[in-house]
């Protein structure tokens, strides 16, 4: 009844071809940017801004990378944790090598360096598909963080061998380091994920976005009609990478604070991979599903024993959230097996035709 | 459809509440967080150090009715050794005015660091951690008695001195292997072992395991089939230790040359069969469960079914009084922070203070029940860690056996080392800030 396109009449063709063309759609991204931007930071908690909204804000940029590459792509990748080390290990060395330099800039230059990589390794993209690719992209997750246990300059030869997040500060406002309030670093973070979703939600639904989904439909009807399969192919690598060069930058500076290289293992491949599928693959707004599903139901369901006033053992606890993120991951694959960005559109169009559904 | 409108509901109410929670703390007590991994692949270590740290700050709770007449609030934290999940614990306790972080790993340490002095919450990393936090001018919130890597290094190094039957140039010529957990935590001695090895004049033979091929270290023995080392020097965590015994056992390598750091369990020895009969770890503390103090926790705790052992034979195993040990170093902390200010209710500040001021001689360790259960603690202002001796036990077929004395670490040698690491860590973070704590005069 209130969800309904019904005398929204389009004049231009680019109106017509706008990302939402529903006035009700902007309505809603509207709202949920005020509610990211004023109401978070102002009624949010330290926990709530620290531990759940900047890890979830930051997976879903990692998600994001993921998803242009096995999503839009079709390119199915397990190297993306290792590319978000190299973000990670770039702008630690980009920043401690140049300290006067603003660190935001070394975070969103370290993507370059995390896509460099990325095209490296996504060469035999071209001649390997699917699984196999799998096992290349797997190389690549190996051998970097090989690089990161193993060359020593990467972390400026510190005993510890873990990269340490200097203090920096943004309109003398600390953003890094230990004084950083999580307020700040939420807000610096979401900037970022929120411009970045943007450049990628405009990337995908244009003529780069449309070659990519070409190829990843079928690639040799792609090349028939006249696509170049490997810039097309490297080019998705490059962004796909660059996204989560950022993401792991993001990750070790806004978040963790200091990182070793078990941060980059495989396990986080897998998890954002988990995110990206379970989220939905081809979807923007599937990542952040995704990544809320994988990294705030945990936490909700940790604490619910605990608001709920019952006395159960940490342990018992986290067996639990293990059983029933599990439960649910299969659930909502089960319901969907498109993800939760299926689920999403579904009620979109229910509400449409609400209340006379046909 | 509904369903998931209802999640969506149900977890905002619970995000929403969480707060509300918090803030109903009762205010005559002092909140002390466990932060344990009874889960992951860790958790076969993991499980008795949380045993052993939950059960001795229940028996104060339940026997003594906390200290000093305060109640101990203790919660544990689950972070699966998972530094992600280990801040989010450290985020979880914080607003509730814990009073020392115990991370119980070098990973979720190590962003702790910077943060403890900013929160005013000391951070108690007991042997492991960053070794130059020992250096208390520079890292006023972070201890890590009662000694480093380093120190145990230099201590395997001597015990095997002795074994040869002298001092350390004993070690001249010798042949000494090293197979470590290729993470920070295997790699922090290189330097010491690069060093040491061109003074002594020994041959270090060095053998990597990466974290993922803990379990898979075939071809690690092999090389240390050929190489026959003289002695063997073991850093590792977790099933790294278990399978490093197992391995030992079928190259049949000496195991009485087989020398670990403080690390392994009865579990890790005990799998490999008689074979591990004569592998030795350092320790700093007593095995057993034959002391007051535990006879206490055995009366309040355990059989009160307050306790999570799964058995009774479980309460005086070598990481089970690790753990022990740790919590009376917190208790003692708390203690003394009480003494120094007078108050019953200690703050963070107050409690970095009383690690400060940590005394716990023989006598203060006869009155705890632990008489002979591990040698005096002192720590002061500039020095966070102490650099306690520590001694040799060796794996019997059933439990470890004290055998040799306690053995001093060569500080000369370490003490430079920990000047130039700690100086470099606040170079590299700088701007590193200035110890403004005071000192008090214990």
């Known amino acids: 009844m209130f969800y309904r396109e019904t005398g929204q009449f389009k004049q231009s063709y680019a109106a017509d071809q706008a990302v939402f063309p529903i006035l009700q759609d902007r309505l809603g991204l509207a709202a ?113 963080q090989w690089c990161f246990v193993r060359i020593s300059w990467l972390y400026n030869d510190n005993p510890s061998g873990a990269i340490e997040v200097p203090a920096r500060t943004l309109f003398g406002l ?25 450049l990628a939600s405009n990337i995908v639904h244009g003529r780069i976005g449309r070659t990519w989904m070409a190829v990843r439909d079928m690639d040799i009807a792609a090349q028939l009609m006249g696509i170049r399969l490997l810039p097309a192919k490297l080019l998705a690598f490059a962004v796909s990478s660059f996204y989560c060069g950022v993401s792991g930058a993001l990750m070790v500076f806004l978040w963790l604070g200091a990182a070793e290289p078990s941060a980059f293992d495989i396990k ?26 994988i990294h705030i139901l945990p936490i909700v369901i940790r604490g619910l024993p605990e608001a709920l006033g019952l006395p159960i053992a940490a342990a018992t606890v986290e067996h639990l959230t293990y059983l029933i993120v599990g439960a649910l991951i299969i659930f909502f694959l089960i319901v969907e097996p498109h993800g939760l960005a299926r689920l999403w559109q579904i009620a979109k169009q229910k509400l449409r035709v609400w209340p006379f559904p046909y | ?67 000093g007449g305060v109640k101990l609030i203790v ?117 010491l072992i690069e060093q040491l090895s061109k003074e002594l004049g020994f041959e270090a033979k060095l053998y990597p395991v990466a974290a993922a091929d803990m379990q898979n270290q075939s071809s690690q023995w092999l090389s240390v089939r050929r190489d026959k080392p003289d002695y063997m020097i073991l850093y590792g965590w977790g099933a790294l230790n278990a399978t490093a015994v197992k391995e030992a056992v079928k190259t049949n390598y000496p195991m009485e040359k087989f020398i670990s750091i403080w690390w392994p369990s009865e579990d890790d020895a005990k799998g490999a069969g008689d074979g591990a009969k004569g592998f030795k770890t350092l320790n700093w503390h007593a095995v057993g469960a034959d002391f007051p103090l535990l006879a206490d926790i055995q009366k309040h705790v355990v059989d009160a079914g307050k306790s999570q052992v799964s058995g009774k034979d479980k309460v005086g195993q070598v990481l089970y009084n690790r753990g022990i040990y740790n919590s009376m170093l917190i208790a003692e902390a708390i203690r003394r922070a009480q003494e120094i200010t007078g108050n019953k209710v200690v703050t963070g500040e107050d409690v970095r203070r009383g690690l400060e001021g940590l005394n716990i001689d023989d006598a203060r360790l006869k009155e705890i029940g632990l008489e002979g259960f591990t040698g005096a603690v002192k720590l002061s202002c500039t020095d966070h860690n102490g650099h306690f001796s520590t001694f040799v036990q060796s794996w019997n077929g059933t439990t470890y056996e004290k055998v040799s004395d306690y053995i001093a670490p060569l500080s000369d040698k370490v003490g430079p080392l920990l000047d130039a690491d700690a100086k470099a860590y606040a170079e590299k973070n700088a701007p590193w800030p200035a110890r403004s704590e005071a000192c008090d005069a214990s």
């Open chain 1, 174 to 198: 600390a953003i890094t380091g230990p004084s950083a309030t999580p307020v700040t670093r939420y807000l610096v973070v979401l900037v970022i994920v929120v411009v970045m979703t943007l």
């Open chain 1, 268 to 293: 986080l491949s897998f998890l954002l991979l988990f995110m990206v599928i379970i989220g939905g693959l081809g979807s923007m707004i599937g990542s952040f599903f995704g990544a809320a599903l």
């Open chain 2, 1 to 67: 459809m509904s369903l998931k409108n209802w999640l969506y509901a149900l977890s905002a109410t619970a995000v929403l509440t969480l707060p509300a929670v918090h803030d109903a703390q009762a205010e005559d007590s002092i909140y002390v967080p466990l932060f344990t991994y009874r889960t992951g692949p860790f958790a076969g270590s993991g499980t008795p150090i949380a045993n052993g740290m939950h059960d001795y700050l229940t028996l104060l709770n339940e026997r003594d009715g906390g200290i």
């Open chain 2, 75 to 191: 919660e544990e934290c689950e972070t699966g050794y998972d530094t992600k999940k280990g801040l989010e614990c450290y985020e979880s306790v914080k607003p509730k005015k814990p009073v020392i972080v115990n991370p119980w790993s070098t990973g979720i340490t190590l962003p702790l660091i910077p943060k403890a002095a900013v929160d005013k919450i000391p951070v108690l990393s007991m042997a492991y951690g960053l070794s130059a936090s020992a250096k208390g001018d520079t890292f006023p919130w972070i201890f890590n008695p009662p000694a480093t890597y380093w120190d145990g290094f230099t201590q395997i190094l001597q015990y095997i001195a002795t074994q040869e039957g002298g001092g350390i140039e004993k070690l001249k010529g010798k042949k000494i292997g090293y197979i470590y957990l290729d993470a920070s935590f295997g790699r922090e001695p290189l330097p």
């Open chain 1, 32 to 144: 949920i940017l005020l509610v990211a931007f004023v109401v978070v930071p102002l009624f949010g908690n330290e926990f709530l801004l620290a531990s759940v909204m900047v890890p979830f804000l930051i997976l879903s940029l990692g998600a994001i990378g993921l998803n242009i590459l096995v999503g839009y792509t079709g390119l199915l990748s397990l190297g993306s944790a290792a590319f978000m080390g190299v973000g990670a290990y770039a702008a630690y060395k980009l920043s401690t090598i140049f300290p006067g330099v603003n660190i935001l800039v070394w975070i969103l230059c370290s993507g370059f360096f995390a896509a460099g990589i990325g095209v490296l390794f996504g060469l035999p993209s071209l001649r390997i598909k699917g699984f196999y690719l799998a096992v290349a992209t797997l190389a690549a997750q190996f051998f970097l």
